[in-house]
């Protein structure tokens, strides 16, 4: 009887062990897989939702064109470089032409770069701020490494004795030289590297030249997308070349280079 009785007493006595062992294990388990949950939402995975990017108003190249029209002209070709990006270094170079008294944009939009700093405001250029001058300015000559070009701008072959001086305490500052520069400063126009096989000179600061107030101002192949100029405007392979078969010289190219908002207001 004893015996009997004792082994009914462990049995209730192991079944109610049990179940309160199963429900406290149940739990910590339950715990833990939330703590998992919680510790995953910080180190996550799963990418965390951005925030909604602010929409850009699109950028209005031909009412650009017609509010700086004091600065233009008489020019019939217009290379529009602008930005409106996170990197102020991401710019847009749009080209247009003037068609039958119409402003027409000739090929879909860019993506190009310019100076680190993004654009100077208009008149504060200054040599060695790494920014591209604000303004419109006119686009005088083509060079490369070839001998001769697919272009109706006046071209000219770079070669190993050819720089371009940026000193400007020099008598040659802002100058396209043949023979070594009497300056301190200056750059090879013929580099080891493809930037200047195909090239636009911007006629900036040049009638007059102002000592320190920037030179060698050119279009350019850039390195890399990602990467910034010192105040060039640098683009890809095929549409610097795209450029140079469309510009004329008898069209009296400019471009018009400044903020997207800036340029909106009208008159530089």
């Known amino acids: 009887m004893f015996s009997a009785h004792r082994s009914k007493l462990y049995g209730v006595y192991g079944s109610m ?7 406290f294990y149940g739990w910590g388990c339950q715990k833990s897989s939330t703590s998992q949950e919680k510790t995953s939402s910080l180190v996550s995975n799963t990418p965390l939702k951005a925030s909604p990017k602010k929409k850009q108003p699109p950028i209005i190249g031909r009412e650009i064109i017609l509010k700086n029209m004091d600065k233009i002209g008489p020019s019939r070709q217009v290379i529009l470089v602008t930005t409106q990006a996170t990197k102020i270094y991401h710019s847009l170079t749009m080209p247009f032409e003037k068609v039958k008294g119409k402003w027409e944009k000739v090929y879909p939009s860019i993506v190009s770069t310019i100076g680190e700093g993004g654009f100077a405001k208009a008149g504060e250029k200054m040599e060695g701020d790494l920014k591209t001058p604000t303004g419109v300015y006119p686009l005088v000559l083509a060079f490369g490494y070839a001998k001769s070009m697919d272009t109706r701008l006046p071209y000219r072959q770079a070669t190993g004795n050819d720089y371009w001086v940026d000193d400007p305490k020099s008598r040659q500052y802002n100058r396209w030289v043949r023979g070594k520069p009497k300056a ?13 096989e195909y090239g636009i000179v911007v006629g ?3 009638k007059p030249v102002v000592k320190g107030k920037g030179s ?7 390195p890399h997308k990602d990467l910034p100029s010192i105040g060039c405007i640098t683009m890809p392979t095929e549409h610097m070349i795209q450029l140079l078969k469309w510009l004329d010289i008898r069209k009296k190219p400019v471009v018009l280079m400044g903020p997207h908002d800036r340029l909106l207001k009208g008159p530089l």
């Open 17 to 23: 062990i049990l179940f309160i062992t199963l429900m």
């Open 184 to 196: 301190r400063s200056y750059e090879l126009m013929k580099r080891e590297d493809h930037q200047y």
């Open 204 to 206: 900036y600061n040049m």
């Open 216 to 222: 060698a101002l050119f279009f350019h192949v850039w």
